[in-house]
T-cell receptor, first 114, second 113 residues
């Protein structure tokens, strides 16, 4: 079955630290990839997406992600986090031939301390 | 641009009571529609999807059902709620030229007591 794994459930960082959140999926076909963020008390927002082309994609708020097809991975990165990045981050994958359904990872809760 | 309406925004229901959550979409025709649930401490789980009127596919066996009586209307129902049905329910549609980007509604927070 198609699945999405986020290995870090909780991450605690200090401001200015670098961030990398892992995301792996189980499927060998064509995929569209997404990272969403949910700030406390707010709805999901799209951070970035990958459909095709350059595997390094840049999103909003200084976030980027790299699609490594051979590793079935789409890790999210930010060189220097801020307190305002405290939120929950969700990786999601749209598998080809699946009526555009999004399969979400369980999420990673990030806490950034000043 | 597409707009998704969901109501009610919040709902508190006793165990065993029925449920009806409604979602309507504006600004598009023949959309793919989806119901997701976000339970406390968990990610988003796809419950149902629909590619057309009267066409419903269920992703997980559960206490809920869905219907699509009109092109831009999607309803989530239950005859008897369980405690485990508590959560945040999102109605979602697709956008983009290839229907490969999803757009989320405001959601309904359901608490079953």
């Amino acid at each position: 079955a198609q699945s999405v794994s986020q290995h870090n459930h909780h991450v605690i960082l200090s401001e200015a630290a670098s961030l990398e959140l892992g995301c792996n999926y189980s499927y060998g076909g064509t995929v569209n990839l997404f990272w969403y963020v949910q700030y406390p008390g707010q709805h999901l927002q799209l951070l970035l997406k990958y459909f095709s082309g350059d595997p390094l994609v840049k999103g909003i708020k200084g976030f980027e992600a790299e699609f490594i097809k051979s590793k079935f991975s789409f890790n999210l990165r930010k060189p220097s986090v801020q307190w305002s990045d405290t939120a929950e981050y969700f990786c999601a994958v749209m598998f080809s031939g699946g009526y555009n359904k999004l399969i979400f990872g369980a999420g990673t809760r990030l806490a950034v301390h000043p | 641009s597409q707009t998704i309406h969901q109501w009610p925004a919040t709902l508190v229901q006793p165990v065993g009571s029925p449920l009806s959550l409604e979602c309507t979409v504006e600004g598009t025709s023949n959309p793919n529609l989806y119901w997701y649930r976000q339970a406390a401490g968990r990610g988003l789980q796809l419950l149902f999807y629909s590619v057309g009127i009267g066409q419903i596919s269920s992703e997980v066996p559960q206490n809920l059902s869905a219907s699509r009586p009109q092109d831009r209307q999607f309803i989530l129902s239950s005859k008897k709620l369980l405690l485990s049905d508590s959560g945040f329910y999102l109605c979602v549609t697709t956008r983009g030229s290839s229907y490969n980007e999803q757009f989320f509604g405001p959601g309904t927070r359901l608490t079953v007591l």
